[in-house]
T-cell receptor
Framework: DAGVTQSPTHLIKTRGQHVTLRCSPI?????VSWYQQVLGQGPQFIFQ???????GRGNFPDRFSARQFPNYSSELNVNALLLGDSALYLC????????????FGAGTRLSVL | GQSLEQPSEVTAVEGAIVQINCTYQ??????LSWYQQHDGGAPTFLSY????GLEETGRFSSFLSRSDSYGYLLLQELQMKDSASYFC??????????????FGPGTRLSVLP
């Protein structure tokens, strides 16, 4: 069975641009979470979605938004990119009833120049 | 607010036992999880404690004391492949929408021959 898949794997953008990152959860998982991880630090929670509804939001500016589709895949959008948005963006999915167990994708490495 | 504390680095030799501690402060609590992350890789789930006590999974065990807001990950019979970063994480009732995931800063474990 396929794990959590994310695309693209790498992305280079310039300041002020916007970016869309995509995530497909493990088949049957309805919960998707997004994280930002800066080198040397722990993942920072951005959003959690369950059944297309936002269930959790971390301390990130409104430039960050996300949505979940009927097939439970998800997109993370970041507008007006800043240099500080350069990071590894991780997506994780969880089985229903076991939201504490998260299965992570390999991430999207975003570089903002 | 929410915060987790872990030692930044731990070093041990092959075959030894190492304990990685985690203390947390959260508003609400839905359990303590542990994740392993190798350099350049995605976090992978190791263990989860919802209730006080010890959970054992092979060479890895995890302990939780909710009254002390404290937990630890115990790694036995260390192998070179255990060299990685280890993160504790909690899901609490905080955040703007009632659910929030918080990861600790991570403990870098180096296993020496």
């Amino acid at each position: 069975d396929a794990g959590v898949t994310q695309s693209p794997t790498h992305l280079i953008k310039t300041r002020g641009q916007h970016v869309t990152l995509r995530c497909s959860p493990i088949s049957g998982h309805k919960s998707v979470s997004w994280y930002q991880q800066v080198l040397g630090q722990g993942p920072q929670f951005i959003f959690q979605y369950y059944e297309k509804e936002e269930r959790g939001r971390g301390n990130f500016p409104d430039r960050f938004s996300a949505r979940q589709f009927p097939n439970y895949s998800s997109e993370l959008n970041v507008n007006a990119l800043l240099l500080g948005d350069s990071a590894l963006y991780l997506c994780a999915s969880s089985p229903t009833g076991s939201e504490n167990i998260q299965y992570f994708g390999a991430g999207t490495r975003l570089s903002v120049l | 607010g929410q915060s987790l504390e872990q030692p930044s680095e731990v070093t041990a030799v092959e075959g030894a036992i190492v304990q990685i501690n985690c203390t947390y402060q959260t508003s609400g609590f839905y359990g303590l999880s542990w994740y392993q992350q190798h350099d350049g890789g995605a976090p992978t789930f190791l263990s989860y404690n919802a209730l006080d006590g010890l959970e054992e999974t092979g060479r890895f065990s995890s302990f939780l004391s909710r009254s002390d807001s404290y937990g630890y990950l115990l790694l036995q019979e260390l192998q070179m492949k255990d060299s990685a970063s280890y993160f504790c994480a909690v899901r609490d009732a905080g955040g703007n929408y009632g659910q929030n995931f918080v990861f600790g800063p991570g403990t870098r474990l180096s296993v020496l021959p």
